[in-house]
């Protein structure tokens, strides 16, 4: 190991990684290039991805220059060796596992079992942080049949992994690999090499990756299943030489490691000792309240609950469905004392006359609850959602926790606490991906109304694409950028600002949230629009309409439909040649 001052400007040293017999590589300088890794980047070294053959192959890792970057190459490393313990834990899972049925011991009597009188099989409780684990889910043996369906309904489909992923469960059944997929496959295909090559040394052979040809990929609960077809060059260098393309299927199964949990408070980590104080006061103050005088309230704040949530709403006209919008309000932050604010932007509709209808309707629910915070601002001119918007932050101070809404929304107490749990000042921006409603004419069933909260694929689709609805605090709206004031009409400052935000220092935590509902609308696309607006507002048009199942079935039962889309493409044809 070469060693140099430890300073804070200057740093040259090699990081051990994986020590190997140097009798193997004796004469071999080739090998000793590759065990003992020079990059040739400069100030650039092991800055980028990790992940490569280079860096798990070698012994030493040269140069290293920055201390951030000695410490990354060193968490890197740990990780590998936590990887390392989690597979050792899962083989001594599967061996109890194993004996256990040989043994016909039941799984459930794991837990206190002992092996003989006063010697447990685990030394710690099944219910502590040091628990190695539930041996009847992580001791399955490995394989590509360790979940077994019961029905039909339960049977995993497979997809199909080439140039493009074909899966059963998307609406779009063919979509580009997500980067996540060929990040894993990667990782699958560099550890089998890894694996085949293990003993190439002695044997005077090696096997080297040309490439993947396909592959067929699930996940069940128990791990994720992968088959691949791979093209391999087989390479003999001792004795007589000899090259040679081959395929072969590997089949992998990768098991998951076990649930963890950990409990947040503002972004922050809670450990046993904050927990268990946390839990003595709370305790305390209820027995020194008392339980005659009913005092059950610990009298500390709650950090989740007590964060008022400011609603900023951007209107004009659509005052049946504001009427619908103050209802939900009303139910779910007023009547059940959730702490939340309401602030309304309100523009005039160039055709529907319920500007002053909208206040009007606005200032009887604020006499009805006087208590509340609800506020109506006018603006003049030409509807401009990110103008709305931006006025509205300006109304509200740096900590106010802002919730971005369309007046289409529906949404519960839970919708609220996520809000506050998922929005962390200077740190997070919470995007959700909302639900929306297909046309309910087409999709709804003739034996009554359905539930607005009812998820599934023939209700509805989830907005993946759709960035409008965001929670943030106004410190940090103003450090990404905020809105693009120019950009007028409908849609795309949405996702002008979404890309502010990934290109600022403020992590984007986005998931689906089944208690924010799109109610659905008809949407009307103005020629006004930009070309790229406009392109944007037909698709989400044509997204609304209803599900590829319900299309498809008025296409079976209507054959005209698609004689006329037959007509019409020949008839494009034939104009075009």
Known sequence: MN?????????????????QDPRATKGNAFVMQSILYHNSSGAQAFTGNLKKKEVHRAITLHPVKSPPHMYRLHNYMRGLQIQDLQ?????????IYTMAKQLEIPLENLKN???????????????????????????VPAGLCSFKPRTGDEVIPWDFLSRSEYSLGDSNPRRRIHSDIK??????????????????????????????????????????????????????????KVTLPVRRHVYLH?????????????????????????????????FRGGFLNLNFNSGEKDPVNDKVVHFVLPLAGRYEIFQRFLQNYEEVCLTSGEKTALLVVLYRHKTE????????????????????????????????????????????????????????IAFTEAALYRIRTNTLLGRQIYFPVVFSQYDQKVVREESGKQDTF?????????????????????????????????????????????????????????AADKDLVHVYHEVECSKDLSKTQWSMCMGTKADTYAGIETLAKMIYENPEILRFAKARRANLSSAAS
């Open 254 to 286: 990768q098991h998951f490691t076990g649930l963890e949990i950990r409990e947040t408070l503002d972004g922050e980590e809670v450990d046993e000792t904050r927990r268990n104080e946390r839990n003595d006061k709370s305790l305390q103050n209820i």
């Open 353 to 408: 006359n319920s500007f002053n209808q909208t206040i009007d309707l606005i200032e009887r629910l604020k006499y009805k609850h006087r208590s509340a915070s609800i506020d109506v601002v006018p603006l003049s001119g030409t509807f401009s959602r990110a103008k709305a918007l931006d006025f509205g932050v300006s109304k509200l101070n740096n900590d106010d926790l802002m919730f971005f809404v369309d007046v289409d």
């Open 113 to 139: 079992f002992e092996i003989a009188t006063g010697v447990p099989l685990f030394s710690v409780h099944p219910f502590t942080k040091e628990y190695p684990g539930d041996t009847e889910i992580l001791g």
């Open 454 to 510: 009812a998820i599934n694929a023939m209700s509805g689709y989830w907005r993946q694409f759709g960035f409008g609805i965001v929670s943030l605090y106004k410190q940090d709206y103003a450090n990404v950028g905020g809105f693009d004031l120019t950009i007028q009409g409908w849609g795309k400052e949405d996702v002008d600002f979404y890309e502010k935000v990934v290109k600022s220092n403020v992590k984007i935590f986005r």
């Open 183 to 240: 990040e894993g496959l990667e990782d699958i295909t560099r550890e089998v090499m890894a694996s085949i090559n293990a003993c190439s040394r002695q044997r005077g052979r090696v096997v080297e990756e040309r490439s993947t040809l396909y592959g067929y990929r699930r996940v069940d609960s128990y791990g994720a299943d992968t088959i691949l077809d791979l093209l391999l060059v087989y390479r003999k260098y001792r004795g007589r």
């Open 87 to 95: 597979q050792e834990r899962l083989n001594l899972h599967r061996d």
């Open 3 to 19: 060693h140099a001052p430890l300073c804070p400007w200057s740093i040259d040293v090699s990081i051990v990684f994986r020590w």
